[in-house]
């Protein structure tokens, strides 16, 4: 089975401007959770999608939102960036909650 | 505040000792989850243990977990410089919303 991929696997925006991440999860996982690293926070949840709709949601702004295709493909956007959103974001897929999360590489965001 | 945490922070050893790392959470759980990052890198899973049992293995790998102590240990034996990286446990409260709660790592380097 093709492992949970990223797209694009680094990014370069500037401040104010936004940004979407794609997620293909492993073939026949329905969820698909998105997670922000950063060396300050560590690695943050930020929302759950399950056939989809959101069914988790972490302690983020608005500006971060996402939504899950009948594919379970999966897109996080960030609007108006901020300095501070510069981080490795990761996407996992799973069978369904408390299942065994698998990561994808992640998507290496900067933003200037 | 993180839920579990990671003892010791940083650990240095040589190649064909044992590593020792430690997880502590706070609150009860499901199922406790080991990973592994190479820098800058995904998260590859390397252990689940579900909170009624005690003790798994996988290769070189021995997981224990005390719910009574609310920690767990994850074991390396033999290590080998490709074992460089740093691990996360993570646990998902119990009655929740199984949303798995990462600690900051312990970043283990092998010398050669």
């Known amino acids: 089975k093709a492992g949970v991929t990223q797209t694009p696997r680094y990014l370069i925006k500037t401040r104010g401007q936004q940004v979407t991440l794609s997620c293909s999860p492993i073939?026949?996982?329905?969820?698909v959770s998105w997670y922000q690293q950063t060396p300050g926070q560590g690695l943050q949840f930020l929302f759950e999608y399950f056939s989809e709709t959101q069914r988790n949601k972490g302690n983020f702004p608005g500006r971060f939102s996402g939504r899950q295709f009948s594919n379970s493909r999966s897109e996080m956007n960030v609007s108006t960036l901020e300095l501070g959103d510069s981080a490795l974001y990761l996407c996992a897929s799973s069978i369904d909650r408390g299942a065994t999360q698998f990561f994808g590489p992640g998507t290496r965001l900067t933003v200037l | 505040s993180q839920q579990g945490e990671e003892d010791p922070q940083a650990l240095s050893i040589q190649e064909g000792e044992n590593a020792t790392m430690n997880c502590s959470y706070k609150t009860s759980i499901n199922n406790l989850q080991w990973y592994r990052q190479n820098s800058g890198r995904g998260l590859v899973h390397l252990i689940l243990?579900?909170?009624?049992?005690r003790e798994k293995h996988s290769g070189r790998l021995r997981v224990t977990l005390d719910t009574s102590k609310k920690s767990s240990s994850l074991l390396i034996t033999a290590s080998r410089a490709a074992d460089t990286a740093s691990y996360f446990c993570a646990t998902d409260a119990s009655g929740g919303s199984y949303i798995p709660t990462f600690g900051r790592g312990t970043s283990l380097i092998v010398h050669p």
């Open positions: 243990i579900r909170s009624n049992e």
């Open positions: 073939s026949g996982h329905r969820s």
